[in-house]
């Protein structure tokens, strides 16, 4: 079982930036694949990050701007997002991948970014 709870959301402005943190508790993350989602009104779930066995891939629309990080001593995903865009608002949501499928299986609640022109 695992729990994550993300944070570090808010509102700001375009160009600024924001960290977002994923602690997970229950059960440790060091051999689990990671990943960070966002959700914005009205549209589909799309893939925002992730960290594969120490290997990083971003969405198109994040690249050259986000960055994922881990620290496996103190369970923590993080997402450094920086020249933040409009289109970047959106629910925030870290992921777990903890399985043998390969898909991410345990979710958190997200939070909120809002980037304001």
């Known amino acids: 079982q695992v729990q994550l709870v993300e944070s570090g959301g808010g509102l700001v402005q375009v160009g600024g930036s924001l960290r977002l943190s994923c602690a997970a508790s229950?059960?440790?993350?060091?051999?689990?694949?990671m990943g960070w989602f966002r959700q914005a009104p009205g549209k589909e779930r799309k893939f925002v990050a992730s960290w594969r066995r120490g290997i990083t891939y971003y969405g198109d629309s994040v690249k050259g701007r986000f960055t994922i990080s881990r620290d496996n001593a103190k369970n923590t995903l993080y997402l450094q997002m920086n020249s933040l865009k409009p289109e970047d608002t959106a629910i925030y949501y870290c992921?777990?991948?903890?399985?043998?499928?390969?898909?991410?299986?345990?979710w958190g609640q997200g939070t909120q970014v809002t980037v304001s022109s």
């Open positions: 992921a777990a991948s903890t399985g043998s499928s390969g898909t991410f299986d345990s």
């Open positions: 229950g059960r440790s993350f060091n051999n689990y694949d």
